[in-house]
């Protein structure tokens, strides 16, 4: 387990501590130490108040300091903290730039530090966009003759480019002047040149600066100057989103002749940059890529032109143009020709032309289905047919160089790592054929389980774990393609050799794991064999696994998973008495109870006797309250884990799947005890038992899905899991209700809307509502965000807050921290206080709730809302703000802090 990040709740100790050990810092040692370490904690916890006062003091360091090694340190501190300072109070780092300012001001005899200054006011310049004084002295220095100031403020004027228009404005009157002098260096040229990239904040200022980039172009013969032009035109026409067309003609004009090999290379590493915007380019231009392509015996210049091929070709639209019938016919011919020389450059096995050339080809493909299978555009029979040879002989060629790279592999074992690389990269352009071609699935999953059969006494695991790793997410995509193949792949994970391959007996364990048979029977005799064969690869010798433990745990966790029990109970026995660290032995026992659980559901309950319980058949009851036994046996191992890690008081994504699991066993042992007395006609029927049962069902759902965004860091398969768990209530709060319904009516009814099979997860941003009463409280919320782990996936964009007052204390008896079902209350609460707002917003209740949306940046939030505030008898007690994540993807986490406000 990764260790939690610590929280700081007071920020101003910390800022008392950085402070106070900044100033403590004598030495030109200690200071450097102290000041590389400001950053680290910027990046921990980026307060803007803490980070204000910090550079503030840094700052004053500047001006006061009379050594440069220590002005170069502040240079890279200012630096690393450019991405925190734009959300930070601009006037309250007024003082910070006038210290950074000082030496300028005060026309400093020290050039370095001039330039220090120069450069640090650069990663300010977000705070000098009105700032006219600064401005102009950052002007007056580009005129400098000391080479290290000059080149100083055209960094400051670069940065400060990009973020005011009226500095760019000024900025390129003067270098259109400065351009015309011929006292410039190149190297000072191109460094001033490159400037007017930022020129596209109006299009006057793009078409003027294009001008002057254009007329030194023409005069220019030097290929590193031609280069620079052209980039800074690229860049221009990204921004300014004028002058496109004319770009890429430029471009193609240059990529094709070009002065040297260096210029054209250059000009089709800026046409890649526009095509991947894909705004403007036409058949032609492709047609002269590709035959850019075919002609040119310059390597790089072929790779370059079939990388930006590619790109167009994965966006469609060209594609689309070139082959739809309502194109001219012979330029789809050309197009053919030319593509089928590229499929020819695919020969040499490890040649960069070869790889990308395959690339091209597979995307050509894989765009082309597309095209056929989701538009209704017909395209010229003569590219149909070719795509489907093409397709064939793809296959068939990318499986031969796979297995001459695991030939010579074998033999030159000084370039396996190279060697397994490209294999990598063929691999992964099958499987992106294979994602659309089903029979191609199966096809090329059939030939690699014969190369690992025919080429596994190699021993090189390292490739062969890439060969495995294919198979297994064909696996997770097409379980029936594994079905089909389970002997081969049986007879593979069986032989010695692959036993001496720890990665790739890992990988295609987890493939056999993802597809058991379906017959309880079948299943325990397959489960048994893999035990048997897991035994053999960890070297079993009665007691103990002596080999391989990791990956066999590994293994474990992934068969509980796939739904194998037997095995995964079996793998974590074999490791509970050989460890010898209490808190893993109270893990693997965790597990073991789960997956003793887990089994006997799976094995004795059959869907067919479930619903249809005789006397000989209550065993059925008793196999869900030994599953109940069992997860409360597993919950008393798990607390003994959280103590012995000192996580007691944080939640466990593990301790709350196993109160869910508890609750499900229980609402379904209910569910058919009752509904086996509601279906026999010998017992009174008790309508409001089925009902109970139904709300039980509902509210199991509720859980599974609050638990489900309650957890950040929580991976994509335990979601999954939670939320087939939740359909699954929901299908059967369905039947309760159709049932009810059928039997009452004597016909067959279904209520479809009752349950979305498919979650939608909603959100929009939501404006303050403003409603007149007799007082408004403004409320500030600010705060940081922390995941609490270091590496989390999932990427956050916004914070949604529900405000709302009650007279009721929500957490009088509990802290809200530590108990999700809290939490969950509170949540119920503030969102039907949100759903009531949404509603009736046009009503001025004398009560209601605020919603607002606030955006995460470096991750810090803050807002000020105005929360309508009643008067009287009816005023509120508390005021409560309940706080959820919107990640990314737009769904919602409800992770807290939910927070209660006293009133006086």
Same mark, same amino acid.
């Given at each position: 387990?990764?260790?939690?990040?610590?929280?700081?709740?007071?920020?101003?100790?910390?800022?008392?501590?950085?402070?106070?050990?900044?100033?403590?810092?004598?030495?030109?040692?200690?200071?450097?130490?102290?000041?590389?370490?400001?950053?680290?904690?910027?990046?921990?916890?980026?307060?803007?108040?803490?980070?204000?006062?910090?550079?503030?003091?840094?700052?004053?360091?500047?001006?006061?300091?009379?050594?440069?090694?220590?002005?170069?340190?502040?240079?890279?501190?200012?630096?690393?903290?450019?991405?925190?300072?734009?959300?930070?109070?601009?006037?309250?780092?007024?003082?910070?730039?006038?210290?950074?300012?000082?030496?300028?001001?005060?026309?400093?005899?020290?050039?370095?530090?001039?330039?220090?200054?120069?450069?640090?006011?650069?990663?300010?310049?977000?705070?000098?966009?009105?700032?006219?004084?600064?401005?102009?002295?950052?002007?007056?220095?580009?005129?400098?003759?000391?080479?290290?100031?000059?080149?100083?403020?055209?960094?400051?004027?670069?940065?400060?480019?990009?973020?005011?228009?009226?500095?760019?404005?000024?900025?390129?009157?003067?270098?259109?002047?400065?351009?015309?002098?011929?006292?410039?260096?190149?190297?000072?040229?191109?460094?001033?040149?490159?400037?007017?990239?930022?020129?596209?904040?109006?299009?006057?200022?793009?078409?003027?600066?294009?001008?002057?980039?254009?007329?030194?172009?023409?005069?220019?013969?030097?290929?590193?100057?031609?280069?620079?032009?052209?980039?800074?035109?690229?860049?221009?026409?990204?921004?300014?989103?004028?002058?496109?067309?004319?770009?890429?003609?430029?471009?193609?004009?240059?990529?094709?002749?070009?002065?040297?090999?260096?210029?054209?290379?250059?000009?089709?590493?800026?046409?890649?940059?526009?095509?991947?915007?894909?705004?403007?380019?036409?058949?032609?231009?492709?047609?002269?890529?590709?035959?850019?392509?075919?002609?040119?015996?310059?390597?790089?210049?072929?790779?370059?032109?079939?990388?930006?091929?590619?790109?167009?070709?994965?966006?469609?639209?060209?594609?689309?143009?070139?082959?739809?019938?309502?194109?001219?016919?012979?330029?789809?011919?050309?197009?053919?020709?030319?593509?089928?020389?590229?499929?020819?450059?695919?020969?040499?096995?490890?040649?960069?032309?070869?790889?990308?050339?395959?690339?091209?080809?597979?995307?050509?493909?894989?765009?082309?289905?597309?095209?056929?299978?989701?538009? @209704?555009? =017909?395209?010229?029979?003569?590219?149909? &047919?070719?795509?489907?040879? /093409?397709?064939?002989?793809?296959? *068939? #060629?990318? !499986?031969?160089?796979?297995?001459?790279?695991?030939?010579?592999?074998?033999?030159?074992?000084?370039?396996?790592?190279?060697?397994?690389?490209?294999?990598?990269?063929?691999?992964?352009?099958?499987?992106?054929?294979?994602?659309?071609?089903?029979?191609?699935?199966?096809?090329?999953?059939?030939?690699?389980?014969?190369?690992?059969?025919?080429?596994?006494?190699?021993?090189?695991?390292?490739?062969?774990?890439?060969?495995?790793?294919?198979?297994?997410?064909? @696996?997770? =995509?097409?379980?029936?393609?594994?079905? &089909?193949?389970?002997?081969? /792949?049986?007879?593979?994970?069986? *032989? #010695?050799? !692959?036993?001496?391959?720890?990665?790739?007996?890992?990988?295609?364990?987890?493939?056999?794991?993802?597809?058991?048979?379906?017959?309880?029977?079948?299943?325990?005799?397959?489960?048994?064999?893999?035990?048997?064969?897991?035994?053999?690869?960890?070297?079993?010798?009665?007691?103990?696994?002596?080999?391989?433990?990791?990956?066999?745990?590994?293994?474990?966790?992934?068969?509980?998973?796939?739904?194998?029990?037997?095995?995964?109970?079996?793998?974590?026995?074999?490791?509970?008495?050989?460890?010898?660290?209490?808190?893993?032995?109270?893990? /693997?026992?965790?597990?073991?109870?789960?997956?003793?659980?887990?089994?006997?559901?799976?094995?004795?309950?059959?869907?067919?006797?479930?619903?249809?319980?005789?006397?000989?058949?209550?065993?059925?009851?008793?196999?869900?309250?030994?599953?109940?036994?069992?997860?409360?046996?597993?919950?008393?191992?798990?607390?003994?884990?959280?103590?012995?890690?000192?996580?007691?008081?944080?939640?466990?994504?593990?301790?709350?799947?196993?109160?869910?699991?508890?609750?499900?066993?229980?609402?379904?042992?209910?569910?058919?005890?009752?509904?086996?007395?509601?279906?026999?006609?010998?017992?009174?029927?008790?309508?409001?038992?089925?009902?109970?049962?139904?709300?039980?069902?509902?509210?199991?759902?509720?859980?599974?899905?609050?638990?489900?965004?309650?957890?950040?860091?929580?991976?994509?398969?335990?979601?999954?899991?939670?939320?087939?768990?939740?359909?699954?209530?929901?299908?059967?709060?369905?039947?309760?209700?159709?049932?009810?319904?059928?039997?009452?009516?004597?016909?067959?009814?279904?209520?479809?809307?009752?349950?979305?099979?498919?979650?939608?997860?909603?959100?929009?941003?939501?404006?303050?509502?403003?409603?007149?009463?007799?007082?408004?409280?403004?409320?500030?919320?600010?705060?940081?965000?922390?995941?609490?782990?270091?590496?989390?996936?999932?990427?956050?964009?916004?914070?949604?807050?529900?405000?709302?007052?009650?007279?009721?204390?929500?957490?009088?008896?509990?802290?809200?921290?530590?108990?999700?079902?809290?939490?969950?209350?509170?949540?119920?609460?503030?969102?039907?206080?949100?759903?009531?707002?949404?509603?009736?917003?046009?009503?001025?209740?004398?009560?209601?709730?605020?919603?607002?949306?606030?955006?995460?940046?470096?991750?810090?939030?803050?807002?000020?809302?105005?929360?309508?505030?009643?008067?009287?008898?009816?005023?509120?007690?508390?005021?409560?703000?309940?706080?959820?994540?919107?990640?990314?993807?737009?769904?919602?986490?409800?992770?807290?802090?939910?927070?209660?406000?006293?009133?006086?």
């Amino acid at each position: 387990m990764k260790p939690k990040r610590k929280v700081i709740q007071d920020y101003g100790k910390l800022k008392r501590e950085i402070l106070n050990k900044l100033r403590v810092a004598k030495t030109v040692e200690e200071q450097l130490v102290q000041f590389s370490d400001v950053t680290r904690k910027f990046d921990e916890y980026p307060d803007p108040n803490l980070i204000c006062n910090t550079l503030s003091f840094l700052a004053e360091c500047f001006k006061t300091c009379d050594k440069n090694e220590i002005r170069y340190c502040l240079l890279k501190v200012f630096k690393e903290t450019e991405k925190y300072i734009k959300q930070t109070d601009s006037a309250a780092l007024d003082h910070t730039v006038k210290n950074i300012f000082y030496p300028l001001e005060n026309r400093s005899n020290d050039t370095v530090a001039r330039a220090i200054a120069l450069r640090i006011l650069g990663y300010l310049s977000i705070l000098l966009t009105d700032r006219i004084d600064i401005q102009h002295g950052i002007l007056q220095r580009l005129d400098s003759t000391f080479p290290i100031e000059a080149n100083a403020a055209i960094f400051a004027a670069d940065k400060l480019c990009a973020k005011t228009e009226k500095f760019s404005a000024i900025l390129c009157d003067q270098l259109e002047t400065k351009f015309q002098s011929n006292d410039l260096s190149m190297a000072f040229r191109i460094k001033l040149i490159r400037i007017l990239r930022h020129m596209h904040w109006e299009i006057s200022l793009a078409h003027k600066s294009r001008n002057i980039c254009l007329q030194m172009l023409e005069q220019s013969s030097d290929g590193i100057m031609q280069s620079a032009i052209l980039r800074t035109l690229t860049l221009l026409s990204c921004r300014a989103l004028v002058d496109r067309s004319d770009q890429v003609e430029l471009l193609m004009e240059y990529a094709i002749n070009g002065s040297n090999e260096c210029v054209r290379s250059n000009a089709l590493v800026d046409l890649l940059n526009l095509a991947k915007k894909d705004s403007v380019f036409s058949v032609s231009h492709a047609l002269r890529l590709l035959n850019l392509v075919v002609n040119t015996s310059e390597q790089i210049i072929k790779i370059k032109a079939l990388r930006i091929l590619t790109v167009l070709i994965k966006r469609g639209r060209l594609l689309a143009d070139l082959l739809s019938q309502r194109s001219d016919q012979d330029l789809c011919i050309e197009a053919l020709h030319s593509i089928q020389n590229c499929e020819d450059m695919i020969h040499d096995i490890t040649s960069e032309v070869s790889i990308i050339a395959a690339q091209f080809c597979t995307e050509l493909i894989i765009e082309t289905r597309r095209i056929v299978s989701r538009t @209704g555009i =017909l395209i010229w029979t003569e590219w149909n &047919t070719y795509i489907s040879e /093409l397709s064939s002989k793809i296959q *068939s #060629s990318f !499986l031969s160089i796979i297995v001459g790279l695991i030939r010579v592999a074998d033999i030159n074992a000084s370039d396996r790592d190279i060697h397994g690389k490209i294999i990598k990269k063929y691999l992964k352009f099958l499987f992106s054929m294979c994602l659309s071609d089903d029979t191609m699935a199966l096809n090329v999953s059939r030939s690699i389980i014969k190369i690992m059969q025919e080429y596994i006494t190699t021993n090189n695991d390292d490739i062969f774990a890439e060969v495995s790793k294919f198979i297994l997410m064909v @696996g997770k =995509l097409r379980k029936s393609i594994i079905q &089909t193949l389970m002997q081969n /792949l049986i007879t593979v994970l069986r *032989s #010695s050799e !692959l036993l001496q391959m720890p990665r790739s007996f890992t990988l295609l364990a987890k493939t056999a794991l993802k597809v058991p048979p379906e017959v309880n029977t079948e299943a325990e005799s397959f489960q048994q064999m893999i035990i048997a064969t897991i035994q053999s690869f960890g070297q079993f010798d009665g007691s103990t696994i002596c080999n391989n433990q990791w990956n066999i745990y590994l293994i474990g966790v992934d068969a509980g998973k796939s739904g194998c029990f037997s095995v995964m109970a079996s793998i974590m026995q074999f490791f509970v008495t050989a460890v010898d660290v209490d808190a893993s032995r109270y893990w /693997l026992r965790a597990l073991i109870n789960i997956a003793t659980a887990e089994k006997g559901m799976v094995m004795k309950v059959g869907i067919d006797q479930m619903f249809d319980l005789q006397p000989e058949q209550a065993d059925i009851l008793d196999t869900f309250e030994d599953s109940i036994r069992r997860y409360a046996q597993g919950d008393e191992e798990l607390n003994g884990f959280m103590a012995l890690m000192d996580i007691s008081n944080q939640r466990l994504f593990a301790k709350w799947f196993y109160l869910l699991r508890v609750e499900f066993f229980k609402t379904m042992k209910s569910f058919l005890e009752k509904l086996n007395q509601y279906m026999n006609p010998r017992i009174k029927r008790k309508k409001k038992d089925m009902v109970d049962i139904q709300e039980m069902m509902l509210r199991a759902a509720h859980i599974h899905d609050f638990v489900a965004h309650s957890f950040f860091d929580v991976d994509k398969k335990s979601l999954e899991i939670l939320e087939s768990y939740r359909i699954c209530c929901l299908i059967l709060v369905n039947a309760i209700k159709s049932l009810l319904v059928g039997v009452e009516s004597n016909q067959e009814h279904i209520d479809p809307s009752l349950i979305p099979l498919i979650p939608m997860i909603r959100y929009g941003n939501n404006k303050d509502k403003a409603i007149l009463v007799q007082e408004k409280l403004v409320l500030k919320l600010e705060g940081i965000v922390q995941s609490g782990y270091e590496a989390v996936s999932k990427k956050l964009k916004s914070i949604e807050m529900i405000i709302f007052g009650s007279n009721i204390d929500f957490f009088e008896k509990s802290n809200p921290e530590n108990s999700l079902l809290n939490n969950l209350k509170f949540s119920d609460v503030a969102l039907s206080y949100r759903e009531f707002a949404t509603k009736n917003s046009d009503s001025l209740p004398t009560s209601s709730a605020v919603v607002c949306s606030v955006e995460i940046n470096n991750n810090f939030f803050t807002s000020s809302v105005i929360f309508p505030f009643p008067l009287g008898k009816d005023g509120f007690r508390f005021i409560n703000v309940h706080t959820r994540v919107v990640d990314e993807q737009s769904v919602m986490w409800t992770i807290g802090p939910d927070l209660r406000i006293a009133i006086e």
